[in-house]
Structure formats: C-alpha cells, structure tokens
C-alpha cells in the first residue's frame, strides 16, 4: 500500500508539473526575442529608434561615386634635381665632385571643373615639377600643362587637350553643417578611384601648414579617410557638388589617423576663376595683423566677449588704416557675416579682389562701429593684376619691401624680400623664400620699380647681391 501511495503522489506531481508548462508556454506572454517581428511593440519606448532603423533610411553614396569618380584623375609628376656625389674618376678629369640630375617622381589627384580639360589640384602636388601627366578614370593618359598655381591657398590650376570631359559642378562650402555627410574621391597610394566618406567634424581650421606669408587657411575638417596620394582630390556633398579640394592629414604615422582636411571650394573657386582670366590671383588685402581673441587676450585687453579678431598691428598707409581702424579694435563681422576667427576672416577676404569695397563691424571700448574700406593690392594699389605686367614678379620670383623692422634686423639700409619662387632664372640660381635682395646689377633696390629699371624690364642680369635667410651674403657676376 505504501508504495502504492507513493507512486500516486509521484504521479499527481508529474501531471501539474505539465500543466504549470503548459499554461506557461501557450497562456503567459512570451519573452521578447530580438529580430522578433512584434520587436517595436514590446520594447521601451526610448529603446525603439535604436533598433529598428529602417535599411531604406540609410545614406547610399553608390550613386553620387559612380557618377563623380569619373570626374576625379591620378595627376603624376617628374621632377629633375641635382644630386652631387663623389666619383674619383671624374673627380681625376674635371677636379671637383661629380653632379648628376636624379628623377624624383611624385603622385596626387586632380578634379576636372570643365569639359574642355580644366582640372584643379594641389600646388604641393606639382610644385617644381619639370613633366605633369594626367590619367583619367578610363585610363587615358594626357601631358597637362600648369596654367597657373597659388602657394596662399595651395591651389594649381592644370589643362589638357581634350573635350567632352565629364565634370564636376561647384557647391556651397559656406551651407556646410557639422555632421554633415561628406565624401572624398582620390588615389591613395597610387590605388585609383577610391571612395571613402565621414561627416564635417569642423569648420576654419587654421593648421599652419602652408608655407606662405600671405597663406589663406581655412580648413574642412572631415573624418574621411584620405591617405598620400588624396592631395587635390575632391570632398563632395551627398548630391555630388564640389565642397572642397581635399588637402591634407594631422598623423603621427604619417597616415590616416582619424582627421583630414580639405580647402572649402569657395575659396578654390576663387583662385580658379583669377587664374584663368588674369594669370595671376588677385589678392586683396586690408593691412592688418589679426589674431583670435581667446579668454586670456580678452581679459588682459578688457575686452567684453570672448568672440572676433583682434588687430594686433596696422600697416601704415594700408587700407586699414585709411579707413580709421586702430590696434586693439576687434573686428566681429566682414560683409554681415560673422568672423569669430582669424581664419574666418581670412576665408571671407580671399574670396574678394583689390578695388571691391567692404563694411567691416568693429568693436572699440565696448561699442560696436561700422567702418567701409577698400581692399587693396599686395603692392599697395587697388587696381588688378595681370600676369606679367607689374605683378612684382621677375626672373620667377615675387618680391616686397623690406620693413624698417627688417633693415633693422639685418643692418642694411635697402632690400626687397623673396616671398614666393616659382620656375624662373632665380630658381636656378637657388634663390629662396625668405632671401633679401640688396643689389642688381650694381644697382640698390628699394622697391619692384627700382629692379625693373635695374634690369631693363627684365630681360638684363648681370651681378646680384644679397642675404640667405640664415644671414649669410650671397654675390653672382654673370658674363655677358
């Protein structure tokens, strides 16, 4: 009886056993799977967005890079330098070390703006090269000639002969948003075509890199990744407008490392447009040093807000100056527009040309003016520049006065300084930025006027005097 009882027990215990698993399984809700369909329902509400973002919401570049990685080419450069090493045998006939040319070849991209063959790019890509060629995204090759380039902006203007070209169409950098979808196109590591996206990480980055004294650096910044061999390739909107010429990285590898840069297409549009109709960029001045002002300037300058540029010095007789602006004034909007930084500043003025009129807003002991002045020239005028004819640049090099700071410095009483080389008889001679230029042809210098009339226009070089930027004197005599 016992164990009868026993099994009873154990048998009742088994049957509500499967009814407790029955009603949990088929009364009581179930557990909420993820990918279940009912998935939105059963979640919190805060979690909802998080997991069921629709694959059709998604951004789709596909069709933005098949159109435009045809308007992007793998720009390819030779350039002969001079490499002395030494060789007893020729040192045995001609007693002194042995030079020979050494090919140094160099890669970037390029962007076509016209269907005739303009294409921009880099001045860092093809600076001092003696050959630049062109492949296209079909794989034809052209020679390209440099129609013109602009160490300022580190923009080169480059054409080839051919037509029906597709092209890329100019956007807005000044409508960019941060976060903003962006995408670039170029040829990293000689690999072609290649395609990557971020979004805007920031605006008027000024990064010094330029090795100009007139640079203009304003920056996109972008967390697209771009690689050697970017250089002067496209940034595009998700609409496939030029936004900006892809530029440059911050990496301590040498490669991508989470940033990139790119020059916004309103100030390449800019310089493009002066290159083809002057041969040479107009570029427009105020005479002004400028700096950001930061909280520790606005306290030491009782200065208001922390916001705006600071004019740290004026140029006497510039434009500036003219128009009644002193030092310490804070300069908060060019045109209307804002200017919360120096590099902002420099952007809207780049986009302007010598002789335009412009109101600036300017913040002195705390009251706000409005101040018009002309822009001018880097001579000093207001009037433009043609290529070739009083441009202050002869024998390949573009000059300017010394300051009274300057003669100081160096003890000398005249000179013209070197601010920028390109292919010409200075080259040559290893003329570089930064050299001061006392006498030609026996002749003081004190002014572009006095080496033209030195030189006879141009075309008479005979001696040459003057100082490396390490203080050194140099001396020339040329036969005749």
């Given at each position: 009886?016992?164990?009868?009882?026993?099994?009873?027990?154990?048998?009742?215990?088994?049957?509500?056993a499967?009814?407790?698993?029955?009603?949990?399984?088929?009364?009581?809700?179930?557990?909420v799977?993820?990918?279940?369909?009912?998935?939105?329902?059963?979640?919190?509400?805060?979690?909802t967005?998080?997991?069921?973002?629709?694959?059709?919401?998604?951004?789709?570049?596909?069709?933005?890079?098949?159109?435009?990685?045809?308007?992007?080419?793998?720009?390819?450069?030779?350039?002969?330098?001079?490499?002395?090493?030494?060789?007893?045998?020729?040192?045995?006939?001609?007693?002194?070390?042995?030079?020979k040319?050494?090919?140094?070849?160099?890669?970037?991209?390029?962007?076509?703006?016209?269907?005739?063959?303009?294409?921009?790019?880099?001045?860092?890509?093809?600076e001092?090269?003696?050959?630049?060629?062109?492949?296209?995204?079909?794989?034809?090759?052209?020679?390209?000639?440099?129609?013109?380039?602009d160490?300022s902006?580190?923009?080169?203007?480059?054409?080839?002969?051919?037509?029906?070209?597709?092209?890329?169409?100019?956007?807005?950098?000044?409508?960019?948003?941060?976060?903003?979808?962006?995408?670039?196109?170029?040829?990293?590591?000689?690999?072609?075509?290649?395609?990557?996206?971020?979004?805007?990480?920031?605006?008027?980055?000024?990064?010094?890199?330029?090795?100009?004294?007139?640079?203009i650096?304003?920056?996109?910044?972008t967390?697209?990744?771009?690689?050697?061999?970017?250089?002067?390739?496209?940034?595009?909107?998700?609409?496939?407008?030029?936004?900006?010429?892809?530029?440059?990285?911050?990496?301590?590898?040498?490669?991508?490392?989470?940033?990139?840069?790119?020059?916004?297409?309103?100030?390449?549009?800019?310089?493009?447009?002066?290159?083809?109709?002057?041969?040479?960029?107009?570029?427009?001045?105020?005479?002004?040093?400028?700096?950001?002002?930061?909280?520790?300037?606005?306290?030491?300058?009782?200065?208001?807000?922390?916001?705006?540029?600071?004019?740290?010095?004026?140029?006497?007789?510039?434009?500036?100056?003219?128009?009644?602006?002193?030092?310490?004034?804070?300069?908060?909007?060019?045109?209307?527009?804002?200017?919360?930084?120096?590099?902002?500043?420099?952007?809207?003025?780049?986009k302007?040309?010598?002789?335009?009129?412009?109101?600036?807003?300017?913040?002195?002991?705390?009251?706000?003016?409005?101040?018009?002045?002309?822009?001018?020239?880097?001579?000093?005028g207001?009037?433009?520049?043609?290529?070739?004819?009083?441009?202050g640049?002869?024998?390949?090099?573009?000059?300017?006065?010394?300051?009274?700071?300057?003669?100081?410095?160096?003890?000398?009483?005249?000179?013209?300084?070197?601010?920028?080389?390109?292919?010409?008889?200075?080259?040559?001679?290893?003329?570089?930025?930064?050299?001061?230029?006392?006498?030609?042809?026996?002749?003081?210098?004190?002014?572009?006027?006095?080496?033209k009339?030195?030189?006879?226009?141009?075309?008479?070089?005979?001696?040459?005097?003057?100082?490396?930027?390490?203080?050194?004197?140099?001396?020339?005599?040329?036969?005749?």
């Amino acid at each position: 009886m016992k164990g009868r009882r026993i099994t009873g027990t154990v048998a009742i215990a088994f049957l509500s056993a499967l009814v407790a698993l029955f009603v949990y399984t088929r009364l009581l809700d179930k557990p909420v799977i993820a990918g279940n369909e009912n998935t939105e329902e059963q979640l919190p509400a805060h979690f909802t967005n998080v997991f069921t973002v629709p694959q059709e919401g998604l951004v789709d570049f596909s069709e933005v890079a098949e159109n435009i990685v045809h308007t992007v080419v793998h720009v390819k450069t030779k350039t002969l330098q001079s490499s002395s090493y030494h060789d007893p045998i020729m040192e045995f006939f001609y007693g002194e070390s042995y030079s020979k040319p050494r090919e140094v070849r160099g890669f970037g991209s390029g962007v076509i703006i016209s269907d005739d063959g303009y294409i921009i790019t880099n001045n860092h890509v093809v600076e001092d090269a003696d050959e630049v060629d062109v492949t296209l995204n079909d794989n034809r090759t052209f020679e390209a000639s440099i129609i013109g380039r602009d160490p300022s902006t580190d923009i080169a203007l480059l054409k080839i002969e051919s037509g029906g070209l597709p092209y890329v169409r100019y956007g807005d950098s000044d409508q960019l948003k941060l976060g903003q979808w962006v995408i670039a196109i170029g040829n990293p590591f000689n690999l072609t075509s290649t395609v990557t996206a971020g979004i805007v990480s920031a605006k008027g980055r000024n990064l010094g890199l330029i090795n100009d004294r007139y640079r203009i650096e304003s920056f996109i910044q972008t967390d697209a990744v771009l690689n050697q061999g970017n250089s002067g390739g496209a940034l595009l909107n998700t609409v496939g407008q030029l936004v900006g010429i892809t530029t440059a990285i911050i990496s301590p590898s040498g490669a991508y490392a989470g940033n990139s840069f790119a020059i916004p297409v309103n100030i390449v549009k800019k310089v493009v447009e002066d290159l083809m109709q002057y041969g040479e960029v107009q570029r427009a001045i105020m005479g002004v040093s400028i700096t950001d002002v930061t909280s520790d300037l606005a306290e030491e300058e009782n200065i208001s807000e922390v916001k705006g540029v600071y004019v740290t010095d004026i140029v006497p007789g510039g434009a500036a100056d003219k128009a009644g602006l002193r030092n310490g004034d804070v300069v908060l909007k060019f045109e209307g527009r804002k200017t919360d930084t120096a590099a902002e500043l420099q952007e809207q003025i780049s986009k302007k040309r010598p002789g335009e009129k412009v109101t600036l807003q300017v913040l002195r002991n705390k009251k706000k003016r409005d101040y018009e002045l002309i822009l001018e020239n880097l001579s000093g005028g207001t009037e433009i520049v043609q290529a070739g004819k009083d441009s202050g640049i002869i024998f390949g090099v573009r000059l300017e006065p010394l300051s009274l700071a300057e003669k100081s410095e160096y003890r000398i009483s005249n000179g013209m300084k070197v601010i920028r080389v390109q292919n010409g008889r200075f080259d040559d001679l290893g003329i570089r930025v930064g050299y001061i230029i006392f006498e030609v042809n026996g002749k003081d210098i004190n002014n572009y006027e006095d080496i033209k009339n030195a030189t006879e226009d141009g075309t008479e070089l005979r001696s040459l005097k003057g100082l490396q930027s390490n203080g050194t004197y140099f001396s020339y005599q040329f036969r005749r």
